[in-house]
């Protein structure tokens, strides 16, 4: 099973049994629980330029970390969460060690803010039964940061960042999340690595 951060939330999925994941190499289970490939200390990290498909927003991703594909967003996610947002998660990266960062991109009716966005997340998520217990919310020039910690189960505490961007468009108004978690206790082995995805990101309007 894995686990996926979204808007603050967690949902967890199988990767092999309900969610059509590509990517990924059909291997047998591994009786190491260890990583195949271990990731660069982050001090040493290279990175991959991105630009979502609209060439509306771009930024650098690790270029260690495992890219993944759910084909089906709907055996991960709530089919009328998807259907409200008209949701698109573009880019899902992992680091084998437990960190992930995702791209998400939401749909909404022209005037929208990113603050009401962000409310709008947290009110379906409390629906869905995904509560999640919000931190600091603040705007760094023109994107909203907000971070969160997510109850994972287990004693566990996830970290979770949400990078919040606005582009307007001719009919609806699009939202891209850029969204980073790790374990709290893990946090700061990451910051450095999240740090540059979130200071490399560009909107082009």
């Given at each position: 099973?894995?686990?996926?951060?979204?808007?603050?939330?967690?949902?967890?999925?199988?990767?092999?049994?309900?969610?059509?994941?590509?990517?990924?190499?059909?291997?047998?289970?591994?009786?190491?629980?260890?990583?195949?490939?271990?990731?660069?200390?982050?001090e040493e990290m290279t990175?991959?330029?991105?630009?979502?498909?609209?060439?509306?927003?771009?930024?650098?991703?690790?270029?260690?970390?495992?890219?993944?594909?759910?084909?089906?967003?709907?055996?991960?996610?709530?089919?009328?969460?998807?259907?409200?947002?008209?949701?698109?998660?573009?880019?899902?990266?992992?680091?084998?060690?437990?960190?992930?960062?995702?791209?998400?991109?939401?749909?909404?009716?022209?005037?929208?803010?990113?603050?009401?966005?962000?409310?709008?997340?947290?009110?379906?998520?409390?629906?869905?039964?995904q509560p999640y217990n919000?931190?600091?919310?603040?705007?760094?020039?023109?994107?909203?940061?907000?971070?969160?910690?997510?109850?994972?189960?287990?004693?566990?505490?996830?970290?979770?960042?949400?990078?919040?961007?606005?582009?307007?468009?001719?009919?609806?108004?699009?939202?891209?999340?850029?969204?980073?978690?790790?374990?709290?206790?893990?946090?700061?082995?990451?910051?450095?690595?999240?740090?540059?995805?979130?200071?490399?990101?560009?909107?082009?309007?």
């Amino acid at each position: 099973m894995g686990l996926l951060f979204i808007g603050g939330g967690v949902f967890v999925w199988r990767q092999r049994k309900a969610a059509e994941v590509v990517g990924l190499p059909d291997v047998p289970e591994q009786k190491s629980r260890g990583p195949l490939v271990t990731p660069p200390p982050a001090e040493e990290m290279t990175y991959e330029p991105f630009t979502t498909a609209d060439g509306n927003l771009s930024f650098e991703y690790p270029q260690a970390w495992v890219r993944t594909e759910i084909k089906n967003l709907e055996t991960v996610l709530p089919k009328n969460f998807i259907d409200k947002y008209e949701l698109a998660m573009p880019l899902i990266l992992s680091d084998p060690r437990g960190a992930q960062a995702t791209l998400s991109a939401y749909q909404f009716e022209k005037g929208i803010t990113l603050d009401a966005a962000m409310e709008s997340f947290r009110a379906d998520l409390v629906a869905m039964g995904q509560p999640y217990n919000e931190v600091s919310r603040q705007m760094v020039g023109d994107v909203l940061v907000v971070d969160s910690t997510v109850d994972a189960g287990q004693g566990v505490t996830v970290k979770v960042r949400d990078i919040l961007f606005l582009v307007p468009g001719p009919d609806k108004d699009a939202i891209y999340d850029i969204c980073f978690n790790a374990r709290q206790e893990n946090w700061g082995d990451y910051q450095s690595i999240f740090d540059h995805v979130q200071t490399s990101a560009k909107l082009s309007l």
